[in-house]
């Protein structure tokens, strides 16, 4: 029988890895990597009692961390560093589901139209400014302007 590859996975809210009870009711994660949108990610847990929400304590708001080894180099790599924005309740034939969707922080910058104007002000210091205004640090070099 061929050996069965295995790779170490870790989901963390609020920055503390899940539970084993509540990992075990972990049936999946997705994590979609998009170039020019928010990155997203889907967990998805077997809820036959209905409180996985409260036992993991997930909320809206709350972080969500994936990573992953590879099948060469089992030191995790995160994936997706962002923040719980739903939670929803699954039903069908087999059974209940707990389905947590996040996506990564720059998702905040895209709620709603935003209307401003700099004046006085650098590239770089727009591109600080409307950052940190979503919660987020700007990685840029000055710039004139």
């Not at 989901?11 to 049936?27: F, H, N, Q």
């Not at 998805?44 to 709350?62: C, H, M, S, V, Y």
């Not at 210091?125 to 950052?131: D, L, Q, S």
Request: proline residues 3%.
């Amino acid at each position: 029988m061929p050996a069965v590859a295995s790779t170490q996975r870790t989901v963390k809210i609020d920055g503390s890895e899940l539970t084993a009870e509540i990992d075990g009711a972990l049936e999946s994660v997705l994590v979609v990597d998009r170039p020019a949108m928010p990155d997203m990610c889907t967990l998805t847990f077997r809820d036959p009692a209905r409180d996985i929400r409260g036992k993991a304590g997930l909320e809206a708001g709350k972080k969500v961390e994936g990573a992953t080894g590879s099948l060469r180099d089992d030191a995790p790599e995160v994936l997706i560093d962002g923040e719980v924005t739903s939670v929803e309740a699954d039903y069908d034939t087999l059974g209940s589901r707990a389905i947590v969707r996040g996506y990564d922080r720059s998702h905040r910058m895209t709620a709603g139209r935003k209307t401003a104007t700099f004046q006085e002000m650098s590239y770089s210091e727009i591109a600080k400014k409307i950052a940190g205004n979503n919660g987020l640090t700007a990685d840029c070099d000055d710039s004139g302007g």
